[in-house]
T-cell receptor
Framework: GAVVSQHPSWVICKSGTSVKIECRSL??????MFWYRQFPKQSLMLMAT?????????EQGVEKDKFLINHASLTLSTLTVTSAHPEDSSFYIC?????????????FGSGTQLSVL | RKEVEQDPGPFNVPEGATVAFNCTYS??????FFWYRQDCRKEPKLLMS???SGNEDGRFTAQLNRASQYISLLIRDSKLSDSATYLC???????????FGTGTRLQVTL
């Protein structure tokens, strides 16, 4: 089946630094990728929808200047958490669709646990 | 009201037991429904889609009631390996996005 690779799996950083997370579709071209955030014991919350070659669409309440998304190719989307603070500590997961027939079938990356000290 | 609501549990059941999870959704325009399984600090994995006529996959049975906006998942003959969080997921075509419930935690014990 389709594979989505996400890395790093774990990041520990100091407050104020920026962290980049990569999401790659390995065996298919992903026209659309999604970025989610999940706090402990809570549901996955969609942060933004990333479309190849165009600007990402952010969900209400998500700061686009803080969470920079780049989808420069059909196989790679990146999420950069700029000037990270402890409240940004969370589990970030990407997913990808495209080449599968419908947007509703998604394949997820393995997630990135971000801890900001 | 949350778009997708689930009982967070935990449901603690002995091996071999039958357990059922319920989920309600608020958007009557929702088109597709899924159950995902998520292990701790791992990505969600699709367990099964939910069809209007109900569908079964081995020990797992999913039901959909559009009139009541209600979805269920039944697990028969529970295994230790079934211990996980089960996420109810709803797709709304107009918004082209999936909405996840908070999940129901299942713990199967010896």
């Amino acid at each position: 089946g389709a594979v989505v690779s996400q890395h790093p799996s774990w990041v520990i950083c100091k407050s104020g630094t920026s962290v980049k997370i990569e999401c790659r579709s390995l065996d298919f071209q992903a026209t659309t990728m999604f970025w989610y955030r999940q706090f402990p014991k809570q549901s996955l919350m969609l942060m933004a929808t990333s479309n190849e070659g165009s600007k990402a669409t952010y969900e209400q309440g998500v700061e686009k200047d803080k969470f920079l998304i780049n989808h420069a190719s059909l196989t790679l989307s990146t999420l950069t958490v700029t000037s990270a603070h402890p409240e940004d500590s969370s589990f970030y997961i990407c997913s990808a669709s495209g080449g599968l027939g419908t947007n509703e079938k998604l394949f997820f990356g393995s997630g990135t646990q971000l801890s900001v000290l | 009201r949350k778009e997708v609501e689930q009982d967070p549990g935990p449901f603690n059941v002995p091996e071999g037991a039958t357990v059922a999870f319920n989920c309600t959704y608020s958007n009557s325009a929702s088109q597709s429904f899924f159950w995902y399984r998520q292990d701790c600090r791992k990505e969600p994995k699709l367990l099964m889609s939910v069809y209007s006529s109900g569908n079964e996959d081995g020990r797992f049975t999913a039901q959909l009631n559009r009139a009541s906006q209600y979805i269920s998942l039944l697990i028969r003959d529970s295994k230790l390996s079934d211990s996980a969080t089960y996420l109810c997921v709803v797709y709304t075509g107009t918004a082209s996005k999936l909405t996840f419930g908070t999940g129901t935690r299942l713990q199967v014990t010896l």
